[in-house]
């Protein structure tokens, strides 16, 4: 009962945000239209970032347990990972060759999405690479956490070297918000929101994990009683 | 320390037998070098140009011969006797040791080789070789450890390269701006960024590695 509440709720304060985007948050001056992809590129490049770490703590648990399903969670973790990463980066790219007249140009920010799309990809050529099931689990949850301690020095290093230009709404130097009222009611209710349903989805899909390993364990008991 | 002195000394022997690792590295470094003087010529690149196309011929060059480190244990399948007399941190550092003399010997001969074909002219020489010496422990670090999780995959040549380039690409970033800011002006406090940038992060991904060299060693 509460869970169906909940999924109404979601429902009806999701499309509430997705018409406050389009009807009622107001534009920003200067950039006219192109303010509203904010609203779902923002959440896009969150959640990349959201499921990786994810990857790696799935990765860390794997490596303490030795339990093969955390190494699924993990897979399914980078999968959805890398659709976001893509979803961000093409968000992005059109948005940039709006305002900056060109779609790639290596702004700091561009160059650190596009090393998570590269550490995605690695992971699952890695992956592809290696045929026993406990090494390839193991050697990946290992790259994964190596990858993710490198990970910040994308975010905060190398955007101190250079000057960036990408608008800084809310990861900024000073910590401080620069939107209006309405914008930053959609803005956050948009980011929160898609936060929760993603998360939802990716539950579900590791429910669906969890019962193929399931089904997966019971027939090998099986054919080994049969023998 | 013992240990990983002796896994060092063994490693150096092995590779004066053969030869394969410096032989690869350094010939890669040559080729790909006379390659970029033949497309672009003398007197006409600038500095911005000539420290990014220096770290990409040493990163390339690197990524050539770092790997073998590990996969010749696989290939003449010592490593199951190497687990029994040695600890993983030792093979570790000893592997990593290695694999830094291995870019010493390489920067040796391409510095001069590079600043002579390409006229590249150094303002501050002192900062371009800290530069590199601090990098050299980054382009080890990582390339070590992602040599030991790779000698264990098929198609290893190829997938060295894809799985290090992510991970290494701090140094690469840094290296060039570092190495662009030597070649502009003598000073050290120009290059100051970056070369803290190339201290954190060979000192996190060393760490990282011995951490979590135990889980890709032990089976």
Do not use: C
């Not at chain 1, 026993?132 to 905060?156: C, G, H, I, K, M």
């Not at chain 2, 993983?88 to 080789?113: C, M, S, W």
């Not at chain 2, 040549?157 to 840094?174: C, D, K, Q, R």
């Amino acid at each position: 009962m509460l869970v169906k509440i909940g999924k109404w709720l979601l429902f009806i304060l999701f499309a509430l945000t997705i018409t406050g985007v389009f009807v009622w948050a107001p534009l920003r001056e200067g950039l006219g239209e192109f303010t509203r992809v904010i609203y779902f590129h923002v959440p896009a490049a969150w959640m990349a970032v959201l499921f990786f770490l994810l990857a790696a703590y799935y990765s860390y648990r794997y490596l303490q347990t030795k339990e093969l399903l955390f190494d699924a969670y993990a897979q399914i973790s980078n999968e959805m990972g890398i659709l976001f990463a893509v979803l961000a980066t093409a968000t992005g790219s059109i948005w940039a060759k709006q305002i900056w007249h060109s779609y790639w140009n290596w702004d700091p920010r561009e160059t650190s999405i596009f090393i998570l799309l590269l550490i995605y990809g690695a992971y699952f050529s890695l992956r592809s690479a290696l045929e026993q099931e406990d090494r390839r689990a193991r050697l990946s949850a290992v790259y994964s956490l190596l990858a993710f301690v490198t990970v910040p020095f994308f975010v905060f290093i190398v955007p101190r070297i250079y000057f960036s230009l990408h608008p800084d709404p809310v990861i900024n130097v000073q910590g401080k918000v620069n939107m209006e009222a309405r914008q930053r009611i959609v803005f956050f209710s948009s980011l929160i929101l898609q936060t929760v349903f993603f998360l939802w989805v990716f539950n579900i899909r590791r429910t669906q994990v969890k019962l193929k390993m399931m089904i997966r364990r019971y027939q090998e008991t099986q054919t080994f009683k049969e023998k | 320390m013992k240990q990983t002195y002796l896994i060092l000394i063994k490693d150096l022997q092995q590779e004066f037998k053969t030869r394969y690792a410096i032989n690869a590295i350094l010939l890669f470094a040559i080729v790909t070098l006379s390659a970029v003087s033949f497309a672009i010529g003398t007197f006409t690149a600038g500095e911005q140009v000539l420290s990014a196309l220096f770290w990409v011929i040493l990163f390339f060059s690197s990524m050539s011969g770092l790997s073998h480190i590990f996969i010749r244990e696989e290939e003449t399948q010592t490593a199951d006797t190497l687990k029994l007399v040695a600890r993983p941190v030792h093979i570790f550092l000893g592997k990593f040791i290695f694999n830094l003399l291995l870019l010493i010997a390489l920067e040796v001969v391409l510095v001069p080789l590079f600043i002579a074909v390409m006229n590249f002219q150094i303002a501050g020489f002192g900062v371009f070789t800290l530069t590199l010496f601090i990098g050299n422990f980054g382009l080890a670090g990582g390339g070590t450890m992602v040599a030991a999780i790779i000698s264990k995959a098929s198609a290893k040549g190829a997938l060295f390269t894809v799985l290090s380039f992510p991970i290494l690409l701090p140094v690469l970033i840094s290296g060039i701006s570092a190495t662009k800011k030597a070649a502009e002006q003598g000073a050290l406090s120009g290059a100051q960024n970056e070369l803290q940038a190339l201290l954190a992060y060979s000192v996190i991904i060393i760490t990282a590695s011995i951490l979590l060299f135990d889980y890709v060693w032990n089976e």
